[in-house]
C-alpha cells in the first residue's frame, strides 16, 4: 500500500499546488479571505503534509544539497526584492509625497487655489469632454485636475468622449471638444482651457450661491465699464466679468434713498465733475452701513467728496506727484511703484511694477475728527515730490521747492472700520492707472513694439477683491514658461561631442580588453 502511495505522491503534490493556486486565484477576484478559500488552502495543506510524508528523503536530500543552497539564498534575496517593493508601493500609495523642481514652481497650485479648494462647502464635479482624438488635451486636462482633487476630496472629475455620448454632451450645452463643465447642483459653469486661473475661477463661480455685483458711478465724467477707447475700463470689466462679477453702472441722481440690495461693492472712477451733496450723503449712509467703496481722484479736480473723505481720516492734497528717480522711462510725472507695505491688497505685488500717469498725493489725518485708522498702500520715493504749483505743471516747468509736499509720498490708502463685516474704503490719487489705454500702453524696443508688462491690473483686481469680501479670490498671477537655455564655447561644445562619442566608447573598450586579458 505505501509503495502505492509513494508511487501517487508526485500527483499529490501537484494537487495541492493547484488548490493553492486556485486560493491564490480566487483571493484576487474576491479581494477579502472567504470560507472557499480557506477551505482550499486547508486541503492544500493536507495533501502536501501527505507529498512530504512519502517523499521526505527525496525533499531532505534536495534541500541540503549545494544547488539548494544557492537556489534558497537567490530565493530570499528574491523575495526581499519583492518585498522591498511592496513596501514601498504601499508607503506610495498611502503618502503621496511630490516635490516641484521648476524655477517658478509651475507643476505647485497657488495658495489662493488650495485655500478655495480647502473651503469647498459641498462636493463639485469637474466632467471633461475630450474626443479619442484630443488625448493630449485630456492628458493636460487629468493631469492638473489630479492636483486639485489631491487638495480635497470634494472634487471629483471623470471624462466623456462627447461623440460617443452625444446625448450627455447636449445635456451640459457642450458645443466643443475640450470643454471642462464644473457642477454643483443646479449651478454649472463650462470653460475652454485648463490654466490654474481658468479652473479656480471656475470652481469659485460655482461654490458661491450668489454673484457679486460691482456698481460704477456716471453721471460726473467718471470713466465708464462699457467704453473700449483708451479712456475707457472695459478690459477691467472684461476681467471682472471672468471671476464672476456682475458689472453695473448707477447713476446716483436715480437713487432715492439706499443704494440696490445686491451691491457688493461700489467704485467711483475718475469723476470730472463734483458730486451733489445728496448724493455724498447716499454714498455716506452706504459707508456707515458696512459698505465697500473705492474712489479714485486725479489731480486737480474738485470731486465734491472731500468731507466724507476728511471723516474717514483722509485729506486729498492739491498737488501733482513727480518722482525723478522712478519715473515712467524718465518721465517724472508718472510715478512708478515697485515696493509696496504690508496689506491683503498688496501682498501678491512683491517683485512686480505699477505705474499712475498723473497722480496726487494723499495724507493721513488722525486727529479727533478721524476715528478710523488709515493704512498706506504705497508711497512713491524719498527723491519725489508734490508740485503745488499748477501753473508750472501745465507750463512743464515745474521745479521743487519748499512750498512742495516732499517725498515720500502716499498714492493709496486703505481703511477699514470695526465689526463682525466692516466698511471697507480705498483711495487712490489717480484713475488712469488702469484704463484701456494705460493697459495697451507699448515701448518700442528694437523696432519693434512691446506691450508694457505691469501690475497696475493685478492691483485693480486685488483691491476689488478685497472689498467685495472675495479675499481668496486675490487674482492668481500667470505663471510663465521659464526657458534656459545652455550657451556653451567653441571647446566646450568640441569636449561635449568626443566625450559622448569617443571618450566613452573608447573606455568601455579597453575595460572590456583588460577583462579579457586577465581571465587569459
Known amino acids: 500500500m ?3 502511495l509513494y508511487q501517487w505522491a508526485d500527483y499529490i503534490g501537484a494537487i495541492a499546488l493547484a488548490l493553492w493556486v486556485a486560493a491564490g486565484i480566487l483571493y484576487l477576484l474576491k479581494n477579502q479571505p472567504t470560507e472557499r478559500l480557506l477551505l482550499l488552502v486547508g486541503l492544500g495543506v493536507v495533501f502536501f503534509l501527505f507529498f512530504l510524508y512519502f517523499k521526505f528523503g527525496l525533499v531532505r536530500q534536495a534541500v541540503t ?3 539548494a543552497r544557492y537556489g534558497s539564498n537567490a530565493l530570499v534575496m528574491s523575495i526581499a526584492f519583492i518585498a522591498i517593493i511592496a513596501v514601498v508601493n504601499f508607503l506610495g500609495g498611502r503618502y503621496h509625497i511630490r516635490y516641484d523642481f521648476t524655477a517658478n514652481k509651475t507643476y505647485t497650485l497657488s495658495e489662493k487655489t488650495i485655500q478655495i479648494l480647502k473651503d469647498l462647502k459641498e462636493p463639485i464635479q469637474a466632467i471633461g469632454f475630450y474626443g ?6 485630456q492628458q493636460e486636462a487629468s493631469d492638473r485636475l489630479r492636483e486639485y482633487s489631491r487638495v480635497t476630496d470634494k472634487l471629483t472629475y471623470r471624462f466623456v468622449d462627447p461623440y460617443a455620448e452625444p446625448q450627455l454632451a447636449n445635456e451640459y450645452k457642450v458645443q466643443f471638444d475640450g470643454t471642462i463643465v464644473f457642477e454643483r447642483g443646479k449651478r454649472r459653469e463650462n470653460v475652454f482651457a485648463t490654466d490654474e486661473q481658468t479652473l479656480t475661477n471656475a470652481i469659485l463661480k460655482v461654490s458661491q450661491d450668489q454673484q457679486p455685483t460691482i456698481y460704477f458711478t456716471t453721471g460726473h465724467g467718471e470713466h465708464s465699464p462699457d467704453d473700449s477707447g483708451n479712456e475707457g475700463y472695459s478690459l477691467m470689466k472684461t476681467a471682472m466679468e471672468a471671476e464672476n462679477y456682475r458689472v453695473q453702472t448707477l447713476d446716483l441722481k436715480t437713487v432715492t434713498e439706499t443704494l440696490p440690495a445686491d451691491i457688493s461693492a461700489l467704485i467711483i472712477a475718475g469723476p470730472r465733475q463734483p458730486f451733489e451733496p445728496a448724493e455724498v450723503e447716499i454714498v455716506k449712509k452706504y459707508l456707515e452701513n458696512k459698505g465697500r467703496v473705492l474712489i479714485m481722484i486725479d489731480p486737480q479736480v474738485e470731486s465734491g467728496l472731500e ?3 476728511k471723516e474717514w481720516g483722509l485729506g486729498l492734497r492739491n498737488d501733482v506727484v513727480f518722482d525723478p528717480r522712478l519715473g515712467f522711462f524718465g518721465q517724472a510725472q508718472v510715478p512708478v511703484i515697485n515696493a509696496y507695505k504690508s496689506h491683503t491688497i498688496t501682498k501678491d505685488l512683491t517683485g512686480l511694477s505699477t505705474f499712475f500717469p498723473g497722480a496726487r498725493s494723499i495724507e493721513a489725518l488722525i486727529g479727533p475728527e478721524s476715528s478710523r485708522r488709515p493704512t498706506a498702500l504705497f508711497t512713491t520715493s524719498d527723491a519725489s515730490w508734490g508740485e503745488t504749483d ?3 505743471v501745465k507750463a512743464q516747468n515745474a521745479k ?7 517725498g515720500p509720498l502716499t498714492l493709496a490708502y486703505a481703511v477699514e472700520d470695526r465689526g463682525d463685516k466692516p466698511a471697507r474704503l480705498v483711495v487712490i490719487g489717480n484713475s488712469t492707472f488702469v484704463t484701456n489705454g494705460t493697459l495697451n500702453a507699448r515701448i518700442t524696443v528694437g523696432g519693434q513694439q512691446q506691450r508694457i508688462q505691469s501690475g497696475n491690473g493685478l492691483l485693480f483686481g486685488n483691491i476689488l477683491h478685497w472689498l467685495a469680501g472675495q479675499e481668496t479670490l486675490i487674482s492668481i498671477p500667470p505663471k510663465p514658461t521659464d526657458t534656459r537655455y545652455v550657451l556653451l564655447t567653441a571647446q566646450e561644445t568640441a569636449f561635449v561631442f568626443w566625450s559622448s562619442f569617443l571618450l566613452v566608447p573608447l573606455t568601455i ?5 583588460l577583462v579579457w586579458l586577465r581571465r587569459r
Open 2 to 4: 505505501r509503495d502505492k
Open 65 to 67: 544539497s549545494r544547488t
Open 132 to 137: 479619442m482624438d484630443n488625448a493630449q488635451g
Open 307 to 309: 468731507g466724507l473723505l
Open 390 to 392: 499748477l501753473a508750472s
Open 400 to 406: 521743487q521747492d519748499d512750498k512742495d509736499n516732499k
Open 509 to 513: 573598450l579597453i575595460i572590456g580588453l
